[in-house]
T-cell receptor, first 112, second 116 residues
Framework: AQSVSQHNHHVILSEAASLELGCNYSYGGTVNLFWYVQYPGQHLQLLLKYFSGDPLVKGIKGFEAEFIKSKFSFNLRKPSVQWSDTAEYFCAVKGAGNMLTFGGGTRLMVKP | ETGVTQTPRHLVMGMTNKKSLKCEQHLGHNAMYWYKQSAKKPLELMFVYNFKEQTENNSVPSRFSPECPNSSHLFLHLHTLQPEDSALYLC???????????????FGPGTRLTVL
């Protein structure tokens, strides 16, 4: 069975600070990895995804994530956050089949 | 984003009521999903339909009954629910197979369900 762990449940940053959200997964085979974002009052949206190739993936709104296979990690980063990045962020992993397993989410609050 | 729509957006029901949630996807996808999002718990997969066939039932109680009449529509029939079933129910769709845009799930806005 696959599982996903997001270590930070709540993160508070000031604008222009750098962001890194941790995501670790457990699954023995080939995986597809995703970060989704849920802005207040809005639905889940895809931020970025990794299927294969370059382990550094760039997504929308200046976000990027790096797949480190040896560490089973897929951390999300942004060099300089904005108030509009306040949201909940979910890491997800997909192994065999089409079952997507989500982490518990990280609530990010950016102070203006 | 109107690729996946869900109705109603909010629903309040008593424990003896019967109601249905509806999901429609306009993306031409071949797989649809129901998820439950509760406070302080990870998003939980409930059901998966591939080409209208149910391929996954993640140990969901029988008071939740899914129906997928075609690849664009998905229903979740509810009866004799419990207060702990109150949550946000999300529908998603994806194109399963090979290719660049496959395997990514797109989510609807959800139905906020309150069981009294």
């Amino acid at each position: 069975a696959q599982s996903v762990s997001q270590h930070n449940h709540h993160v508070i940053l000031s604008e222009a600070a750098s962001l890194e959200l941790g995501c670790n997964y457990s699954y023995g085979g080939t995986v597809n990895l995703f970060w989704y974002v849920q802005y207040p009052g809005q639905h889940l949206q895809l931020l970025l995804k990794y299927f294969s190739g370059d382990p550094l993936v760039k997504g929308i709104k200046g976000f990027e994530a790096e797949f480190i296979k040896s560490k089973f990690s897929f951390n999300l980063r942004k060099p300089s956050v904005q108030w509009s990045d306040t949201a909940e962020y979910f890491c997800a992993v997909k192994g065999a089949g089409n079952m997507l397993t989500f982490g518990g989410g990280t609530r990010l609050m950016v102070k203006p | 984003e109107t690729g996946v729509t869900q109705t109603p957006r909010h629903l309040v029901m008593g424990m003896t009521n019967k109601k249905s949630l509806k999901c429609e996807q306009h993306l031409g996808h071949n797989a649809m999903y129901w998820y439950k999002q509760s406070a302080k718990k990870p998003l939980e997969l409930m059901f998966v339909y591939n080409f209208k066939e149910q391929t996954e039932n993640n140990s969901v109680p029988s008071r939740f009954s899914p129906e997928c009449p075609n690849s664009s529509h998905l229903f979740l029939h509810l009866h004799t629910l419990q207060p702990e079933d109150s949550a946000l129910y999300l529908c998603a769709s994806s194109q399963e197979g090979t290719g660049l845009n496959t395997d990514t799930q797109y989510f609807g806005p959800g139905t906020r369900l309150t069981v009294l």
